[in-house]
């Protein structure tokens, strides 16, 4: 039984990234425009269909930049150059570029050949993938709910004195967290904002997390009793987990699409198994340790837990890629 | 003249011997995230207490109808509805508040000291019982929030309130957000010791 469902995991594992390397691809752009990428900290680079009129193209005036969450923040062009072919158009730029965030790029009136094909708006963002990466990572561990967000801490309390608790806790909830994350994702998209029905957010995410608890519960206890016997203890308390709770509002905040959405429960899943695993080691080796009476118990943790938030302190502020 | 003597022995028993923060160690995330300031902590925790007072009430005044199988999903559908509730007012009336304490005034719909109380306590009591149970519970946690405050606020800027009161800050460390993690463990402690101390000189009187 067991391994019947690992061999299962790779085949499903691949299927996922074809999906998800089409969908990478298949980014909307407009049609004479053909690719947008980030160069170097600076400069940007827009590749055009065909050869564009030089004099156009090296007037700066022609391009307007701003980064997606303020429209109202120009960015200004130091100097744009073309390349000897005509088709790439390299934008300089004074300041460093936030990579982070997506940058929305106005090309006018675009000349090609002596002739005029119109204005356009195109969105220059990071390799998909990869942004996709440094949602999971940053969700693990550069911004790690539980050491930098301070979320989950009741049931990361409770559940941390033993190593084998701490991984059951931590792989349950993850599999609940993507399973609810992706429901109220897709309830917040097609339902709720339709609709406006924004300020039920709180009802219905709360709703669907007891909801998935619930299926994930039926679920496992019929399709593989033994798994159900290890970690059906846990399932009751992912309800009582702040981070649960948090990352729908999150996801519903920042208009995360399905896959990003995916990637950021995922990593908040994660990141807590890490901080659950990480703590359950330390404990394990302080029940052994003379701690002062009335350090016992959770006082000393939480002065544990508080070295491990500066440790993760030292994320702070990197970027991948 | 009884239940006014066990409903000011409830908000006590709320404050000190079951303080949610300190003893019960439930809603942590709040009293290490929010509590940097004094003003931080007094929102959240009147947030919190509006929230286990009118949900406290709500239930032991349907607890009659609730069938025994779904009372933990009706809990925290009546929770979320307060919840939704002090979270427009807050929005609309306190909108820069709102915004320092960010997701944490959602996020009381998660806190696991409101629906403890209304399994162990609500449920079973009367709608007096009830609100004095919950206003105990709610003021011990704004208690808990407005003494992490205003020892963080203290060491970490020098400031009460917004006024400058040392003149210089004794420890900046204090201000971060994950000090919260620190302070709350040496308040636990605290309240350890003097319970220690409490049951010694009682064993010496006794």
């Not at chain 1, 106005?106 to 050949?113: E, H």
């Not at chain 2, 007012?89 to 909108?95: E, G, H, N």
């Not at chain 2, 011990?140 to 309130?161: D, I, K, N, S």
Request: proline share 3%; with cysteine; glycine share 8%.
């Amino acid at each position: 039984m067991g391994g019947m469902n690992h061999n299962k995991f790779p085949a499903f594992g691949i299927a996922l990234l074809a999906i998800l390397l089409l969908t990478a691809g298949c980014e909307p752009q407009s049609r004479f425009v053909k690719k947008t990428a980030f160069k170097g900290s600076h400069d940007i680079i827009i590749t055009f269909a065909a050869p564009v009129d030089a004099a156009w193209a090296t007037d700066t005036a022609h391009y307007r930049v701003y980064e997606k969450p303020d429209p109202d923040i120009r960015l200004e062009v130091a100097s744009s150059s073309l390349s000897k072919n005509g088709h790439e158009v390299r934008l300089h730029f004074q300041e460093e570029l936030n990579q982070d965030q997506p940058h929305m790029v106005t090309v006018k009136n675009i000349m090609s050949g002596g002739k005029s094909l119109g204005t356009t708006v195109v969105k220059v963002k990071k390799l998909y993938l990869s942004f996709l990466f440094s949602i999971l990572i940053g969700a693990m561990l550069i911004q790690n709910f539980v050491f930098t967000k301070y979320l989950g801490l009741c049931v990361f309390f409770g559940t941390s004195q033993k190593k084998s608790t701490a991984v059951g806790m931590g792989i349950t909830f993850t599999i609940v967290m993507v399973f609810s994350a992706m429901m109220s994702w897709a309830l917040y998209q097609f339902v709720l904002k339709p609709y406006h029905l924004d300020y039920l957010q709180i009802i219905v995410f709360i709703g669907l997390v007891s909801l998935s608890v619930q299926a994930v519960d039926t679920v496992l206890r019929k399709v593989n009793p033994l798994l159900f016997k290890a970690f059906g203890v846990y399932l009751v308390l992912v309800i009582a987990n702040c981070i649960i709770m948090a990352v729908p509002l999150i996801l519903a905040d920042n208009e995360y699409n399905a896959w990003e959405s995916l990637m950021l429960s995922l990593g908040a899943g994660l990141g807590f198994l890490v901080a659950l695993f990480l703590m359950s080691s330390v404990r394990e080796r302080l029940e052994l340790a003379n701690v002062p009476r009335t350090y016992r118990g959770l006082p000393i943790a939480f002065v544990v837990a508080g070295l491990f938030a500066l440790a993760f302190l030292g994320f702070s502020g990197m970027s991948i890629f | 003249m009884a239940t006014a003597k066990s409903s000011t022995q409830l908000v006590i028993n709320g404050l000190l011997n079951e303080n949610p923060i300190f003893r019960l160690a439930l809603s942590m995330c709040p009293a290490v995230g929010i509590s940097t300031t004094v003003m931080n902590g007094l929102l959240l925790g009147v947030a919190v207490l509006f929230v286990q007072v009118c949900s406290s009430c709500t239930i032991a005044l349907i607890k009659n109808f609730i069938h025994p199988r779904i009372r933990i999903p009706t809990y925290t559908l009546t929770i979320a509805t307060w919840v939704t509730v002090i979270d427009l007012v807050l929005s609309a009336y306190a909108p820069v508040a709102y915004k320092a304490m960010g997701i944490f005034v959602k996020l009381i719909v998660a806190f696991a000291i409101i629906t403890m109380r209304l399994e162990v306590f609500a449920c079973k009591n009367t709608i007096g019982k009830s609100f004095f149970d919950g206003f105990g519970m709610g003021l011990g946690f704004l208690f808990g929030m407005v003494t992490l405050g205003f020892v963080r606020e203290l060491l970490g800027l020098g400031t009460l309130l917004g006024h400058d009161v040392l003149g210089f800050r004794p420890l900046l460390f204090f201000a971060l957000p994950l000090a919260g993690f620190f302070c709350v463990g040496f308040m636990m402690a605290l309240y350890n010791y003097i319970e220690i101390v409490f049951n010694r000189t009682k064993k010496k009187i006794g």
